[in-house]
């Protein structure tokens, strides 16, 4: 089990299962939600359990997701899969907001065709188009 919360701690989570990865996303989304590249950890349908007050708030970003984050302190929290299929209620949580990254492996690089050409990781991972996504989460652009 792993924990989490925003910057103020107005907001906090569980998360039922203790993640062993996380990845980055490159869309312009992402970019614009975080302020940078998105480091985030899947969780999925009913994986997550959110112990927060009125400061837990949702934005519906695109047709088939929404972006929690506090009111309070503005921290970006999540992204939620909402587009109806096997892998609707799926959590993005932002990887900075867990308790601890210890131990977890970086291995997942999404939206690589939209990333700006003025930064690379280090590294071999999983790479995964716009398309890709799309297609993995049953969406459209």
Known sequence: MSTGHCLCGSVRYTLAETPSSF???HCEKCRRFTGGIELGVNVMPGGI???ADETLKTFKSSDWAERGFCSHCG???F???TA???????VVVCAGTLDSLDGLAFDTEVYVDNKPDN???AGERKQMTEADVLAMV???S
């Not at 109806?84 to 799926?90: A, D, F, I, L």
Request: with cysteine; proline share 8%; aromatic share 16%.
């Open 23 to 25: 990845g980055a996303c």
């Open 49 to 51: 359990t959110f112990d």
């Open 75 to 77: 921290s970006s929290l």
């Open 79 to 81: 992204w939620r899969l």
């Open 84 to 90: 109806p299929g096997p892998m609707q209620g799926m």
């Open 119 to 121: 930064y690379t990781f």
């Open 138 to 140: 049953g969406a459209s």
